[in-house]
């Protein structure tokens, strides 16, 4: 059992302190949340596509319960294992990836990112992909600090960034490609890099000719961002989801409906229980829910960068600001598109969309970020 060591003392002999409890409550308090809304945005789709209007919410609450117990357990091992294993898991997940493109992958709605069987059981490896590109990236840069002195340092990450968004960008998700994006360059920030304003200006060109190419390449985003600038054009069709979204947030006024009272969720609101769970949210909760909620997730936030900003050590510090960065990031581009701040994309609530297998690899972030909180400053 060397494999693992479990957090008792520290190398000097101390024993460590316990957990940000704080955070513990705050992560078991929005998974107990999402799990209430799930079980209502799901209901009316799993009773008309099961006949079991509990289906959905059965399968989250399997996969809630082996992620906390995951949690658990990987929060008691020391995070800095995972040095020996980063770039092997990075490997793995590519291969993931990669398969994705090949008749192993699984199409859902027109879009091929799952691996799997049918509909038993699938994932998405970009889920996998995202927190294990937030390790392999710290290690790299705490085993070669003194390679990093100026921007050309930091190849090596830029290029398993790089691969990682040549597949993404090969399997069409926008989204995900975003994630990735920000897992690496808040690694990359977080480890005090100096950069000279000629890099910034050529990063700031390639990500703009990068973004149009990765828009126009595909017709379907055109017709997003057109979609997003003229909102009262097309409601049937291109912005019939940014429509009924706000026709829920809309109707729960302040107060809401009340909890089940949706009517957006018979059908009218695509995906009402994954991407769009906010909008019956909004419709059930009305304004002074979407608050609580917001002040949850802020709260969340908070704590997770404040693990990164007193963490003892460097490699601590860089993989609580990718986790807590990816989550931050997933948070507030849901939130956007539901209220129509900016185009739809298929991006979901952290703890609240539904998704098994997302929700325990979210709970496995967890436990690492509740890790690194047992080597922080008082």
């Known amino acids: 059992m060397k494999k693992f060591k479990l957090i008792t003392k520290s190398s000097d ?152 968004v040549v597949v993404m960008f090969l399997q069409k998700h926008m989204s995900g490609t975003l994630v990735m994006i920000v897992a690496s360059f808040s690694i990359i920030f977080a480890s005090g890099i100096k950069i000279k304003a000629r890099y910034i200006i050529a990063f700031i060109l390639i990500v703009l000719v990068a973004g149009t190419i990765f828009i126009t390449a595909e017709e379907f985003r055109m017709k997003r961002i ?31 409906l009340g909890l089940g009272q949706s009517r957006q969720k018979y059908l009218w609101l695509p995906e009402a229980q994954n991407d769009f769970i906010f909008s ?17 997730f802020t709260f969340f936030i908070y704590r997770g960068y404040r693990i990164a900003i007193t963490c003892k050590d460097l490699y601590g510090s860089m993989i609580a600001t990718g986790i807590t960065s990816v989550f931050a990031l997933q948070i507030f581009v849901n939130i956007a598109v539901v209220t129509c701040t900016m185009p739809v994309t298929g991006m979901p609530l952290p ?14 972030a967890m436990g690492i970020l509740l890790s690194i909180s047992r080597n922080c400053k008082n």
């Open 226 to 256: 057109l979609s997003f600038l003229n909102p009262e054009e097309d409601i049937q069709d291109g912005n019939w989801q940014a429509a009924q979204s706000l026709y829920a947030i809309g109707s729960g006024g302040v107060f809401g």
């Open 13 to 164: 002999g101390e024993e460590k302190k316990n957990m940000d409890f704080s955070m513990l409550v705050t992560i078991m308090l929005l998974l107990c949340m999402g799990l209430i809304m799930v079980a209502t945005a799901s209901s009316y789709y799993a009773l008309s596509t099961y006949g079991n209007s509990n289906e959905l919410l059965t399968k989250q609450l399997i996969f809630a319960v082996i992620g906390v117990i995951a949690m658990l357990i990987i929060s008691k091992i020391d995070y800095r294992v995972y040095k020996k294993w980063s770039y092997i898991g990075y490997v793995l997940a590519l291969l993931l990836l990669i398969a994705v493109l090949t008749p192993l992958g699984v199409s859902v709605n027109g879009a091929k990112r799952w691996l799997g069987f049918g509909e038993s059981f699938r994932f998405q490896p970009s889920e996998i992909m995202k927190i294990v590109l937030v390790l392999a990236t710290a290690t790299y840069i705490s085993l070669n600090t003194k390679k990093l002195n100026s921007f050309k340092g930091y190849i090596i990450p830029l290029l398993m960034l790089t691969l990682v």
């Open 280 to 296: 019956v949210l909004g419709e059930e909760f009305g304004l002074i829910g979407t608050l609580v909620v917001l002040g949850v």
């Open 351 to 364: 703890f609240f969309s539904y998704g098994g297998t997302a929700l325990c690899i979210n709970l496995c």
